[in-house]
């Protein structure tokens, strides 16, 4: 099916490549770019899964504030709570608000303390839990102001969180990015030794052309498209593996993975799913990898032609 | 449409393999070059096909001295002279068809331009039965005909032969310089065929260019 495609493309005059098709060299060299397509879009695509994973937490995270009553010596925590609840709930851009439970307080506490702990009898800080309908909207600095008036309260924007989080998730989208433009480094110069290695195997073919009178353009012309054609097959066949390697990847997650692991995952990488827009983003590499080896490639036979002559 | 002038021509630092060749070729006319192994006659077709300089001399070619020129018109002139060699030199993987057509698709020409004239020119070398076969099935007088085919397809002004007969037998070699001098004789074309073949040249009236040791005489 790729060969029917690729069958398409535009040749130049003739029927007949002047290049040979089949050759040990370009069979190599369509390995070797298949391995860094699916190595570039593999690496696109975790950086895509994790940037976008990073948007939603930060945007789950946003739409949160933490209220926090410690206990103190001679309030009533419970009065405390509804008043902080209705303070917040008469704030603008407040969806709603809710008091933690005791129990769902001691589930919170439950990984330091153990199960089954009656905290009726000690005195441990509750929570609010806050919905901002409009986190822009939301006037947060009102909300302090008249927490205030509630001795043992504190407002938590979970700012400095998100601030760890879009930290993290920019180092490694910009590790991912490093990795990419490492494997461009890498597939550049692998073509330049393809081409050259390529150009000695059909050194017969360059002498001939030059003594039929092609120019060195003409010739780097031929070589080129025959690169091109390489570097689309690599990407193509590249990417569709980096896209079978996700869905693969998806499904084991789902299947394989107990289901506190798959939660843990999920929560760390979504659910897997590039969606349209990833999928759209990753078959970007393989124009991307065919035009670069074009280029490398032509870049590399004319340099070639001319320390020849 | 030749002219040498005191040329001299050594690789690198090594010795002098042509000294002081000075003749004149006229446009039409065909020459054998002829001289032991290692006489230079290699060199001499290599100067003419202007894919080496002199070391020193002068080389004059359509009226232009070939050593002022930039690459461009070095193309341009190598392009009005056609190359026959003693090995064949066609790609395997290309049909005989497609081989001899190749000097037409390197002027971008298109296939449907071409296609009658290299049928035709198959034809009368005797090909037009095996214009779809590779180079691989034909046997060295068939491969030595469509390597001349390819060489005289864009009508050059000037046909080198290094060796033409080098590889079929005497007979062979015999009818493949007739089909030279049916070249030189209908399209007028210079031709200078290099052979050590002495039999052969009897057989001819054609002036010899003789290299012996880098020097040349012409004996008409």
Partial sequence: MIRQALSLLPRRGGAAPIVPEKSVAGRTLLLLITIMAFLSAVTLGGVMLVQKSAIAWSADVGRELTIQIRPVEGEVMDSNLRTAVSLAQSTPGVAGARALTLEESQALLAPWLGAGLDLSAIAIPRLIVVQLADPVEADIEQLQRNLQAVRGASLDTHAAWRQQLNTMAGTMVLSGLLVLSLIGVATVLAIIFATRGAMASNREIVDVLHFIGASNRFIAGEFQGRFLSIGLQGGLLGTVLAILFFALIGAAAGSVLPTEATAQVGVLFGQFLLGWDGIFGIALVIPVIAALTAITSRVTVRRYLSEAS | ?220
Avoid at chain 2, 119 to 146: D, F
Avoid at chain 2, 153 to 160: D, N
């Fill in chain 2, 1 to 220: 449409m030749i002219e040498f002038s005191d040329v001299g021509l050594r690789y690198g630092n090594g010795p002098e393999i042509l000294k002081d060749l000075t003749f004149a070729i006229e446009p039409g006319s065909f020459h054998f070059l002829t001289g032991p192994s290692g006489s230079g006659k290699t060199s001499l077709l290599r100067l003419l096909l202007l894919s080496l300089k002199p070391s020193r001399g002068r080389v004059t070619m359509f009226g232009e001295d070939v050593g002022n020129l930039d690459q461009d018109r070095l193309l341009q002139m190598r392009r009005h002279i056609g190359i026959v060699f003693q090995e064949f030199r066609l790609l395997d993987h290309l049909t005989t068809f497609e081989n001899v057509a190749l000097p037409l698709r390197v002027l971008g020409q298109p296939e449907s331009e071409y296609r009658p004239n290299v049928t035709e020119l198959l034809e009368w070398v005797g090909l037009g039965e095996r214009m779809h076969a590779l180079p691989t099935l034909l046997s060295g007088g068939e491969k030595q005909r469509a390597a001349i085919a390819r060489a005289v397809i864009a009508r050059p002004r000037i046909l080198l032969a290094d060796e033409p007969t080098g590889n079929v037998d005497p007979e062979l070699s015999s009818r493949l310089v007739h089909l030279f001098a049916e070249l030189n004789r209908t399209l007028g074309m210079t031709i200078i065929l290099a052979t050590h073949e002495l039999p052969l040249l009897d057989r001819f009236p054609y002036p010899r260019m003789v290299l012996n040791k880098g020097e040349l005489t012409i004996h008409d």
